[in-house]
């Protein structure tokens, strides 16, 4: 159980890592926002017209796109679970040899 937890915690915060580092802001003027890594999830285009003088802004969030997001970051963190407790685990071993020679 502590796993799981430990698992999906991670695998939160690697998401808001991943998804911060690879948001691409052009919003400035004619341009969209794009959330989401390895699929985008959350998108906001802005736009104006300079012959209507009207601005107008569209927004999409694909709930899909979402869960696999978290998916793939839940399961990096549970890889790097797995090869932290290798290593962890590996150490021990070769301290505990060294303590018998």
């Known amino acids: 159980m502590k796993n799981g937890i430990k698992i ?4 939160v915060l690697l998401f808001g890592i991943i998804t911060l580092a690879t948001t691409s802001l052009d919003y400035d003027a ?3 926002d794009r959330y989401g890594f390895p699929l985008n999830f959350y998108t906001k285009v ?9 601005g107008g802004t569209s927004i999409e969030f694909d709930t899909l796109n979402f869960i696999c997001d ?3 970051a839940s399961l990096l963190s549970w890889l790097m679970l797995l090869a932290y407790k290798k290593l962890r685990r590996r150490k021990t071993l070769k301290s505990e040899n060294q303590v018998r020679s």
Do not use: K
Not at 8 to 11: F, I, Q, T
Not at 46 to 54: A, D, K, R
């Open 46 to 54: 802005t736009g104006y017209n300079e012959i209507t003088m009207e």
């Open 30 to 32: 004619d341009g969209a």
């Open 8 to 11: 999906l915690l991670g695998g």
């Open 70 to 72: 978290l998916a793939v």
